[in-house]
T-cell receptor, first 115, second 111 residues
Framework: EAGVAQSPRYKIIEKRQSVAFWCNPISGHATLYWYQQILGQGPKLLIQ????????DSQLPKDRFSAERLKGVDSTLKIQPAKLEDSAVYLC?????????????FGPGTRLTVL | RKEVEQDPGPFNVPEGATVAFNCTYS??????FFWYRQDCRKEPKLLMS???SGNEDGRFTAQLNRASQYISLLIRDSKLSDSATYLCVVNKGTGRRALTFGSGTRLQVQP
């Protein structure tokens, strides 16, 4: 069974530039998550989708970050404009449903460096 | 106070040792609890869910103490391959910021 796919794996940009990340969840998984993981910290939930609707985006910096999940499958996360403090690994995860005991499956992540 | 707190470690233990990690959480309404394992520069993977009655999977035992609001993970007979960061995860179930990861506890098992 294919896992969660993410691209690109690495991205280096200068501050104030824009960047976009793509995620393809496991087939049939209704719930999709984007996390930001800064070095030495645990993943922080940025946004959670249930199909193509947003369940929680309370920690998404909406002045510069946006995300969408059109058609309830693939998702993109965009940063515009990027700041130095956005340097982190961006992880996408999916789960079968929103059930509280559902396992989350993570993709390999996109490592972003902002110079 | 952080919603989920873990001792960052590192815990340096010899092979064969028993090691225990604790995790405390602040929201008494939290519904589900997990331990995830994250290898260096890799994505997190589920190690085990934590149930109220406690649960065991081979060398790993997880316990939940709702009254004191902490979760524990016990690893017996440590292997070199157990070296990783162990992340505690708490799910409030509904509402904003329902899912919270701890910062992780790093374990280094030495030969």
């Amino acid at each position: 069974e294919a896992g969660v796919a993410q691209s690109p794996r690495y991205k280096i940009i200068e501050k104030r530039q824009s960047v976009a990340f793509w995620c393809n969840p496991i087939s049939g998984h209704a719930t999709l998550y984007w996390y930001q993981q800064i070095l030495g910290q645990g993943p922080k939930l940025l946004i959670q989708f249930q199909n193509n609707g947003v369940v929680d985006d309370s920690q998404l910096p909406k002045d510069r970050f946006s995300a969408e999940r059109l058609k309830g499958v693939d998702s993109t996360l965009k940063i515009q404009p990027a700041k130095l403090e956005d340097s982190a690994v961006y992880l996408c995860a999916s789960s079968l449903t929103r059930g509280v005991y559902n396992e989350q499956f993570f993709g390999p992540g996109t490592r972003l460096t902002v110079l | 106070r952080k919603e989920v707190e873990q001792d960052p470690g590192p815990f340096n233990v010899p092979e064969g040792a028993t090691v225990a990690f604790n995790c405390t959480y602040s929201n008494s309404a939290s519904q589900s609890f997990f331990w995830y394992r994250q290898d260096c520069r890799k994505e997190p993977k589920l190690l085990m869910s934590v149930y109220s009655s406690g649960n065991e999977d081979g060398r790993f035992t997880a316990q939940l103490n709702r009254a004191s609001q902490y979760i524990s993970l016990l690893i017996r007979d440590s292997k070199l391959s157990d070296s990783a960061t162990y992340l505690c995860v708490v799910n409030k179930g509904t509402g904003r910021r329902a899912l919270t990861f701890g910062s992780g506890t790093r374990l280094q098992v030495q030969p």
